[in-house]
C-alpha cells in the first residue's frame, strides 16, 4: 500500500509532530493539519 514517498515530507511530518502535547496526535505539512489519532488510523485501514 506504501509507494515511493517524498522523503522530505516525511521528515518534515516527524518534525512538526514534536512540541505538540503529548495527547495531540497532529502534524503539519506544507500546511495542511494531519491527525494520525488512532481511530483516524482504524477507520482509514477499515479496523475495528
Known amino acids: 500500500m506504501i509507494g515511493d ?3 522530505s515530507w516525511v521528515e518534515e511530518f516527524y518534525a512538526n509532530a514534536l512540541g505538540h502535547a503529548e495527547d495531540d496526535y ?6 495542511v493539519m494531519i491527525s494520525y489519532a488512532p481511530d483516524v488510523i482504524d477507520a482509514l485501514f477499515g479496523f475495528r
Open 26 to 31: 497532529t502534524s503539519t505539512v506544507r500546511r
Open 5 to 7: 514517498c517524498n522523503i
